[in-house]
C-alpha cells in the first residue's frame, strides 16, 4: 500500500472550515484514498473515500487532485466534537495501514 | 443497525497468562480486521478474517492467533502475554474482503502488569 504524508498537527477556529491536507505521491491507479478519525481512545471513525473524483457526504468533502498524488479532507463547519486524530490512507487490500495521522484541535 | 461490539471492553492480566477477546460484527458482514494499537506504534494490522479463513496477516508473532466462527463473530487470543502487549486491541468488520469500507468497534483495552 502507498504510504501518506499529514501534517502532524493542526488548528482550527470553531465554525470554520478545516481543511486536512494528504500526499500519497506514491499512490497507483487502483487505490482508494479513505479518511478516518480517532476521538481520544475510541474505535476510528470511517469518515469518507474516494478514488478519482471528489467526493462528499454528511461528514466532509474529499477532494482529490487530478494526478491523485494528493487529497484534501473538508470539514465544512467545524465543532468542538470534531477534535480528533484524523488519518489518511490509501489501500487496495483489505487491511489498512496507518500512518500518525493530523491532530486536528478546533479553538472555541 | 448495530455497531461493532467488542468484549470485554477492559482487561487486566500478568505476564504469563493468555488473553481471548470477542469481537462481533455488524450484521451481514463476513469480514472482520484486527489492529492493535500502542503510543509508540500506532496502529498496526494484525490479521483480517473472511468466511472462517484468515486472509491476511501482519507482521506479528505467532502468540498472537485468531479465528472466526461461521456466524462471522471472531476472537482473537493472546499467549504468553508480555509487558508489551499492553494495547488498545481493535475490531473491524466489512461486508467482504477487498477494498472494502471497514467499520470500527470501540476496542478492548489490555493492561498486562
Known amino acids: 500500500d502507498a504510504k501518506t504524508t499529514q501534517p502532524p498537527s493542526m488548528d482550527c477556529a470553531e465554525g470554520r472550515a478545516a481543511n486536512l491536507p494528504c500526499n500519497h505521491s506514491?499512490?497507483?491507479?487502483?487505490?482508494?484514498v479513505y479518511w478516518y478519525r480517532q476521538i481520544h481512545s475510541q474505535g476510528p471513525q470511517y469518515i469518507i473515500h474516494?478514488?478519482?473524483n471528489n467526493e462528499t457526504n454528511e461528514m466532509a468533502s474529499l477532494i482529490i487532485t487530478e494526478d491523485r498524488k494528493s487529497s484534501t479532507l473538508i470539514l465544512p463547519h467545524a465543532t468542538l466534537r470534531d477534535t480528533a486524530v484524523y488519518y489518511c490512507i490509501v489501500r487496495v487490500a483489505n487491511n489498512l495501514f496507518f500512518g500518525t495521522g493530523t491532530r486536528l484541535t478546533v479553538i472555541p | 443497525k448495530a455497531g461493532v461490539t467488542q468484549t470485554p471492553r477492559y482487561l487486566i492480566k500478568t505476564r504469563g497468562q493468555q488473553v481471548t477477546l470477542s469481537c462481533s460484527p455488524i450484521?451481514?458482514?463476513?469480514?472482520v480486521s484486527w489492529y492493535q494499537q500502542t503510543p509508540g506504534q500506532g496502529l498496526q494490522f494484525l490479521f483480517e478474517?473472511?468466511?472462517?479463513?484468515?486472509?491476511n496477516k501482519g507482521n506479528f508473532p505467532g502468540r498472537f492467533s485468531g479465528r472466526q466462527f461461521s456466524n462471522s463473530r471472531s476472537e482473537m487470543n493472546v499467549s504468553t502475554l508480555e509487558l508489551g502487549d499492553s494495547a488498545l486491541y481493535l475490531c473491524a468488520s466489512s461486508q467482504s474482503t477487498g477494498p472494502d469500507t471497514q467499520y470500527f468497534g470501540p476496542g478492548t483495552r489490555l493492561t498486562v502488569l
Open positions: 478474517y473472511f468466511s472462517e479463513t484468515q486472509r
Open positions: 450484521s451481514g458482514h463476513r469480514s
Open positions: 506514491t499512490i497507483s491507479g487502483n487505490e482508494y
Open positions: 474516494g478514488l478519482k
